[in-house]
């Protein structure tokens, strides 16, 4: 069984949008949750569940998980985007992704 993250990206950022300074392992989880946010709002078909290049972190007995994240941005609420990984279900939503760098859709609105 895997962990839930719920996290907002906002909590990570310093005043100018970028990582902030942070201990080792907060810095890790900011940019594991920043390459879901990249390769999510890159995708032409956001809302559906697709599988990224992006390796699940996770490390059940102490051995790295082989597992790709699957994610896309929540239709019912987009201003979540939800993550799983198929393999050791470790899985999360972001929040306050929209108004960040790392949010590359260009045109303001959803396809």
Known sequence: MGNTWVT???HFLNEK????DLPRPAL???NHIILII???TCSNNEYEPQ???INCRRRPKRKKCAGK???YINQENPDQIIWYCPVCDDN???TGWESTIYNNIRSGEFH
């Open 8 to 10: 907002n990206i906002q």
């Open 17 to 20: 949008g970028e990582i902030g």
């Open 28 to 30: 890790n989880l900011a």
């Open 38 to 40: 990249e390769e999510v």
């Open 51 to 53: 599988t990224t290049k």
């Open 69 to 71: 994240i699957v994610a």
């Open 92 to 94: 999360g939503i972001i």
